[in-house]
């Protein structure tokens, strides 16, 4: 893996909301983040967010790759590019104390290969599921047990 970009928190939190799947506009991943704030734990960090702030981490993750925009009606929409995938879900893999093997080529942990793989590999933001896009048990027997990780 290439190493991770460097992010704020509050980019990582942008990078987080939409997906490559399901896109969202400016103002509903605004309010998605508002919402994270309000929700948030009271001993969390408390950042004042603006508007403009969402904009230039917009702005910062296009340039890097990770999100696309389409034009909706004049609005953009925003999606998460396959790069933008997978570095967010390897950041998010990183965070466990046995990240485990890394993705193979082409995977991005929201992309679904098109056949189970011969060696499970736990993807962590979706537990029982391997990076290759398929559950555990739809791996062949002899591929189901991951090898030097924890499951
Ligand atoms: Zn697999």
Redesign the pocket.
Known sequence: MPPLPDLSQFEWLVLGEPCSVNGLTTDELWSQIQEYQTQAPAHWPKTSQTKAMLDSALAKLGALGLVRSLSLEGAPLWLRTTEGDLTYNWKKQLDWPDPGPEPRAGETGHKK?AE??????PFRPAPG??????F?S??APD?QQPKGVNP
């Open positions: 290969s189970p793989c011969d060696h499970f590999r599921y391997c990076w290759c896009g398929w555990r739809e791996h591929a």
